[in-house]
């Protein structure tokens, strides 16, 4: 059984504090646009996300990062999901709440490629947009361990996880700022 991870744990300072994927996008929750994804090919999704943030509104399991790794970004998420996914499929499926277009399609693609993987868009690394092996944890927990972390494509790259070339940027749109929610709404 697959576990898919929404990581929504981030400050959303961007976005003026607000919850990014709280935000509605096509009439639903970005992170829920992000979940119905992972549900197609996950058995068991949850959302990443700090306590009292208000992702206990949409009605998916939560998960919260480690107090201790506070501020660190991503890999708490990530290191969240893959300690949460005991007792089930060797991988973890990632997806950052904030790209509302990503598909079933990149999923079952980087499934295919491997299981330890990650996206490269024509914009670059799409590090958030992962699977990962359960047994990645211990490494990511010792990086988090450390105050200057590396960038989170240095961090998979060093559990071994590999790039997965896409030739399509659409999928990979990410909404950063009230303004970026604007322009993509304004592409439907």
């Known amino acids: 059984m697959i576990t898919g991870v929404v990581l929504a744990g981030g400050a959303s ?13 096509r009439g639903r929750a970005m992170a829920l646009c992000v979940a119905d994804v992972l549900s197609a090919i996950c058995a068991h999704v949850v959302i990443e ?3 009292g943030a208000g992702y206990e509104a949409l009605g998916l399991p939560l998960i919260h990062a480690d107090p201790a790794h ?22 973890v499926v990632f997806a950052p709440c904030d790209m509302p277009l990503i ?4 999923y079952r693609a980087l499934l295919r490629e491997g299981t330890s993987v990650y996206a490269v ?26 105050d200057k972390l ?13 790039a997965v070339a896409f030739d399509e940027a659409a999928p990979f749109a990410n909404v950063n700022t009230p303004d970026d929610l604007a322009r993509l709404t304004g592409l439907e």
């Open 121 to 146: 868009s024509p914009r670059g690394a799409e590090a958030l947009v992962a699977v990962l092996r359960r047994d990645a944890l211990p490494a990511l927990l010792t990086t988090l361990a450390h």
């Open 70 to 91: 506070a501020g660190k970004g991503p890999l708490a998420g990530m290191a969240t999901g893959l300690s949460g996914a005991a007792g089930r499929d060797g991988r």
């Open 103 to 106: 598909t079933e399609s990149v």
């Open 13 to 25: 300072m961007r976005f003026g504090g607000a919850p990014k994927g709280l935000q509605p996008f």
């Open 150 to 162: 590396p960038r989170t494509v240095a961090a998979l790259e060093a559990v071994g996880a590999r």
């Open 49 to 51: 996300a700090p306590p």
